[in-house]
């Protein structure tokens, strides 16, 4: 928990930062010209905006108790929600989105659900969540690819080296799917390390439960793995939830009154940017996707307009997101807390 609040707290810092640094490249930008920017946007399109923002944590809950519910364990779209929303609070808020799934499991298992079926149902949504952003990069650079070469050099080695990160990273949560032994051994590793630390009575109890956990687990994965349809369905709210997120700034875009033309460059430009803030390891991508998003966005706006825009998207998707995470987690918690007690 000491770790949690402290990530929160960088976070935060970063977060102060990172709107500093990008409001000071401009002299006439403030606040004000924010406000003026939404108070005189089209409100239907912006409530659209919001509304495919929470789609971000909507469809990852869908992933996830889709999975859960092939299983043997129906959970509800409202605790979907909840593991939904855990991910993207704590995923925001700690190095490489580390701290997101850890959370999520904690609140499916209060839920019931076993912890091999948990992680399981997490490392799939997890290789789905990654094919789905690397494909859409992908796509958006074979198929667009003037915007990508529109980019800074530098901007153009971060998705390169984004598409890299992903590839190895879905490559690593495929091999822990379909060798088990491959997981064991790594926590065998870390039981290892805890004897080093003369964590003796811990590390015993842990050994006693990993051999029941890590049948289950295969049994869990061999189960799924056998069953296209399951990992199709997987990847379609996958893909879902990232394209909400690409959605926001083209309602934005419209909401504002840039035209369809500019809406849909600006979708390309937050697909490239989330591939490429992939490849540096900061508590939600903060400063590298404001970066890419500002560098993109200069193609085809004036040096304000790209700022304003770039602020406003960012506060939609990353900080709306977040925000609305935390808000749904909070309730959550003490949700399940008042139904154990009674």
Request: glycine residues 8%; contains cysteine; positive net charge.
């Amino acid at each position: 928990m000491k770790k949690k609040i402290l990530w929160a707290l960088i976070s935060f810092l970063i977060a102060g930062l990172t709107i500093w640094a990008v409001a000071s490249q401009s002299r006439s930008f403030s606040p004000a010209v924010l406000w003026d920017e939404l108070r005189h946007a089209h409100k239907g399109w912006l409530l659209c905006a919001l509304a495919a923002m929470f789609g971000f944590i909507f469809f990852e809950g869908m992933a996830i108790i889709r999975v859960t519910d092939r299983l043997g364990y129906r959970r509800s779209p409202a605790s979907g929600i909840v593991y939904g929303a855990s991910d993207v609070y704590f995923s925001a808020i700690t190095p490489s989105a580390s701290g997101g799934q850890p959370v999520c499991a904690w609140f499916m298992m209060r839920d019931g659900i076993p912890g091999a079926t948990t992680t399981v149902t997490l490392l799939i949504t997890l290789v789905m969540y990654t094919l789905s952003l690397l494909l859409t990069g992908l796509l958006a650079m074979l198929f667009y690819f003037p915007v990508f070469a529109a980019f800074s050099p530098l901007a153009r080695l971060m998705i390169i080296l984004g598409c890299l990160v992903l590839l190895v990273l879905g490559l690593f949560f495929v091999a822990l799917l379909k060798e088990p032994r491959i997981l064991t051994r790594i926590c065998n590793a870390f039981l290892r390390l805890l004897k080093k630390l003369r964590l003796l009575r811990a590390a015993e109890k842990l050994q006693d439960r990993l051999d029941t956990v890590m049948e289950e687990y295969a049994l869990c994965s061999k189960m799924l793995l056998g069953k296209g349809n399951v990992l199709a369905e997987s990847f379609f709210w996958n893909l879902c939830q990232r394209l909400s997120y690409y959605l926001v700034p083209f309602l934005l875009f419209l909401a504002t009154g840039k035209g369809a033309a500019m809406a849909g460059k600006a979708t390309l430009i937050q697909c490239l940017a989330c591939v490429g803030s992939n490849c540096i390891p900061i508590p939600g991508a903060m400063g590298a996707a404001d970066f890419m998003l500002l560098d993109g966005f200069r193609q085809f706006l004036s040096e304000d307009a790209a700022i304003t825009m770039e602020m406003l998207c960012r506060g939609v998707t990353f900080y709306g997101s977040v925000s609305t995470g935390l808000i749904i987690v909070i309730i959550g918690y003490f949700a399940g807390r008042k139904r154990k007690t009674k």
